[in-house]
């Protein structure tokens, strides 16, 4: 009887294995959904300054509300204004620079060249997931939906386009819920 009750127990939690929790704990994306980067985006299609406009508010971008990004070579370099604070009230402000490499179409990873990485760099992994035709207004995030992030070149308009970045991340399982405006 016992063998009995062990197996159906057995049973019992290969069943569950379908209602699976995501793969990452500060996942704010249902990794179950389908996700893709845009094949036809470059590291020159990046290239310029652009202003957050909406973010998961605690993942990254943490810094200024605005990036630099320079074309190097196929890579490219992410240049974040940051408040980094040591201890309760030492706080001072700086720029962080990451590179990335490409990895794929749309897709570029973090180069950290055996150097500490300052706590408020990029992420590992930068996906364009959209970026609008005219290059005006792109959105990033990674598969295991650890951030999402909407830049534009302008700080204000362009609602047309972050209407459909806010659908691109819903098409990608993001939790809309989460990705909100920021405040210039």
Same mark, same amino acid.
């Given at each position: 009887?016992? !063998? ?42 990046? *290239?310029?300054?652009? /202003?957050? !406009?909406?973010?998961?508010?605690? %993942? ?36 962080? *620079? ?9 897709? /570029?990873? !973090? ?26 207004? /792109? ?19 362009? %609602?047309? !386009? ?23």
């Amino acid at each position: 009887m016992l !063998r009995l009750n062990w197996l159906l127990a057995a049973t019992f939690l290969a069943g569950c294995e379908g209602a699976r929790a995501p793969d990452d704990a500060l996942s704010f994306r249902d990794t179950a959904a389908p996700i893709a980067s845009q094949v036809d985006v470059g590291a020159q299609d990046l *290239e310029g300054r652009w /202003f957050l !406009r909406q973010h998961i508010a605690g %993942a990254w971008p943490r810094g200024d509300r605005t990036v630099q990004i320079s074309a190097d070579g196929t890579g490219l370099v992410l240049r974040e204004v940051v408040l980094q604070c040591h201890g309760a009230i030492q706080c001072e402000t700086g720029a962080v *620079e990451t590179r990335y490499a490409p990895s794929r179409e749309g897709r /570029f990873v !973090r180069v950290d060249q055996g150097q500490t990485r300052a706590a408020y760099g990029g992420p590992a992994a930068l996906w364009v997931l959209w970026m609008d035709y005219d290059r005006r207004t /792109f959105v990033v995030g990674d598969p295991g939906g650890t951030y999402a992030a909407i830049f534009d070149h302008r700080a204000q308009g362009g %609602a047309d !386009r972050i209407i459909a970045a806010r659908d691109i991340l819903d098409w990608f399982g993001y939790d809309l819920a989460r990705v909100g405006e920021t405040s210039l």
